[in-house]
């Protein structure tokens, strides 16, 4: 074999080499991909797990709600629920109205309101407001002036969709005269403290 022959013979030879060098796997982008998939794997489990959890948790207050002896009141237009002392059943209504902004609901002892006499229309005990159709903080509350200012409430809290108050009554809602309608009235306003608030919409 000649000079000429062994140099085309070495070309031949690195050229397959070329060839089968560029059809070899590519072992690092493979192991790249296999961590990728793990990752993207991890993170969809992640993510199943915590939906998994937040139904749970939210299930579970719901059947505790359900068991709950308490009386439960639940206010649909403005996607709140309100947990009241026991003895609160069969001694309160709820009346829903609109107020400038949005929803007010009327909280009556009921023995007093819709009853015969001059103090059928009193009897209230206090009011749920939904003001807003955003969330705002108790100071943005403030400027935006509910009331026109002339009605002390209490912020309660804000979901994304509403701003909620809680407003006290500061004139007398019960005949002086009668002791019975005052201790029962008096009875209700002392725990309103302990009334619990859920909320359907809490981001």
Known sequence: MNSRKLADRIGNIDERLVQQAQNLPNYGARRRNRVIKRLIMCAAALVLMVCSFA??????????IAESTQEVVFLEEIGLTLILPEAWKDNYAVEVGEMEGGYL?????NTIHGQDGEWSDMGILFWIGAYGDRAMTAEEL????VFDGAIPYRYLFSNKNTNYILIDVT??????SDPEMEQHYFMLTESISEIRFILDNVL
């Open 55 to 64: 139904a749970g948790t939210a299930v579970s207050a719901k059947e505790n």
């Open 105 to 109: 609901y009327t909280f009556y002892d």
């Open 142 to 145: 403030e400027q935006a002036n």
């Open 171 to 176: 004139d007398v809602q019960w005949d002086p």
